[in-house]
Structures are given as structure tokens and as C-alpha cells.
């Protein structure tokens, strides 16, 4: 079993991590630190400290024995929500009509003519990304970008390149009337090796500052340590299991099966046999589950019911100053929904749950591969 430890940084000043690589002039930011960058930092921080990569640098960054967890943006003493592909919201007016929100994914066994509207207006639904910081009420997360034109650098020379101005988005606090409140960024770190966690407590003392993202010389991406606890467990997942069995049944699941979400908390990068990217091919053995685990389909269709987006992740390489290959994805917020017959439940739920602690995939060790199952908004917000 792995340590989980929740890390929380603290926005010291304004963030730039780049959507994509910085050849066009108009450059947007992410709203998350991904893992990637975090291991970054972290290894940063320790070769200022120490000096040469050794053994421990070893296992701490460059082994499966961490993984570092992508840090969402959060509010003290809150619990951010991602919102899946499967959330819909007001068309016209977004989270502005609360009572709109629901989320579609057991709409699956419903009449396909009976479109969902606005409760408020009568608009009809769309599909909506961001986070939640709060389930009940509803409170959206937006972190507030602003725009920053810059002089770009000569990399050979450090100095100011003739002639090129660009401009970038940068995260400088929250998008909500309260903005009085820090802008936080929380996640999860595993840890397999219980030995290296005293290193990464020092390296993690409350108010060290780390280095994140672009424009670095600028005075930007400074990120301040506040906390680093043991991690709180979540809702057990037979609990949830058996919830989302519950509205399944409702929303006119067959009741000899038993149904469950895998909705990706992270990018997932899994390839097949021949190393190529799996994209909307993947079946429910490449999460490791068991024969006669399968998707389930629309009665009307085919189709099974998959919520899945693709990504291409850029990468940067520090050290070398030099781009890192592309890796194709699918993309947080991910929705995949599965069934197996009542027998196999408890073989189930024993592999959701290997799924859920060591993730799926790829780049685990940077935040990739985590993975939701019967994540609550799913059975608590379908209407
Ligand atoms: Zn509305």
C-alpha cells in the first residue's frame, strides 16, 4: 500500500504554466500544475540543495517509487470537484442557473427524445468543464488570468531578443467576488517507498518557495509550501459502488448487472501492443479488469458509452533546454462507463480498487493515469 500525502502550494506570484509550446504570440496557461511540472520543481529544489544527482535524487524523480500528483486550484478547507465530460449546465447562462447543473452520464438507458432544459430559464443543456469547490451548494472554482506582454528572451544569451514581444496568460487568484482567499493548488503525492518520505518532508518545509512554469527571470511562478499532511481517505469505494448502483437502478440499469465509472482525474497515456497511442479503442481489459467486464452500450446503438477526450501533452525539458516529445492522451474529465454481472462483483471491485490506488498507464510518476470510480457527482447530480 502506498503513503498519500496532500500537498498545498500557495500562489506567491503569478503563474504561467503554457498550454502549449511558445512559438505563437498568443500563449494561454493551464489552470492545474500538472505532476510533471511539480517533479520538476522538486528536483530543482534538490539539486540546489544538494548538488549532483544521487541515489536518493534517483529514487525520489527518476524511479516508480513517487508518483507526483497533478495540483488542482482549491480553497481552504474545500474539496475541488473536477467536472467530467459528462456535466451540463445552463446554455445560456452557465453556472449562473444553478439548478441547471446535472450531470448526464446515467442518462444512457433514458429515451434519447427527452431533452434536458434549464430549470430556470428553459434554455436548453451544454456541456461544461472548470471545477467545483463545493457539491451542495453548487460554487464554482475559476482561477482569474490576466494578460502580460512580455519581451521575449534570447535562450543563448539571456538577454532581450530585438524586436519580439509576446503575450501570455498568467493565474493571479480567484475569478469569485471573495477574492480576499489565496489561490491554492492541492493534490496528492504516493509514495511506494515509506523511506523517502523524511527527504521529501525537507524538502517540503512549510513556506519553502518552489519555482513553477514560464518567465521565471520575470519574477513569475513562485509558489509557496503550506502544507503537506498524510491525506485524508475518501468515501470507501464500496460505498460509492453501491450509490452509483443505487441511481443506476433508478435511471433503468438491468438489475442483474452492476454498473461503475472510471472517470480520469488525470491525463491517461496507455499504448497497445505495438506501442501505439489507444484512443477510442480501449476496452475495459487495458484497465486490468477481468473478462466479461465490458462497456456499456446505448439500447438504441451500438455505441458504447464513452465520454473521451484527446490530447496531445507538449513537454519541456529543463535540463536540456530542449522540447520533449509529444504524448497523445486521453484527457482529464474522461468518462467511461462499465458493467459486469452480479457475480462478479467482488472480483471487481477488487481490481477498481488496485485501479484507484496505483493508477493506469503511463508517466504515473508524474500525475498521469489516476483514475476515479463511481465518482460522486455522477449518481449525485444525474436528475
Ligand atoms: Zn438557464
Redesign the pocket.
Known sequence: MALEFTLVLQLHAPLALHRTRTGVQFVETLDIIPGTALRGALAEAYLTKHGAPDGTFRALFLSDQVQYGDLWPALEGKQTTLLPATAQV?K??GLK?PA?FRDALLDVWADSGDDKK?R??G?SLDRVGGYLCSLNPLEPLSPRSRLRVSTAIERSTGTVAREMLFTQHTLVGLGTPDDKQPLLFQGVVRLFDPTLQSELMRLLQSNTILFLGAGRSRGLGQMKVKAWSEASAPEPLAERWNQFNAAAQRAGGDASKRYFSLTLLSHLALRDNLLRPMQGEITPQHFGLPEGVTWVRYSDSDQSVLFLNAITVPGWNTALGLPKSDTVALARGSVLLGQCDAGQEQAVLGCLAQIEAEGVGERRNEGFGRVAVCYPIHYTCWR
Request: charged share 35%.
Open positions: 445552463c445560456r447562462y442557473h441547471s434549464c430556470e430559464c434554455e
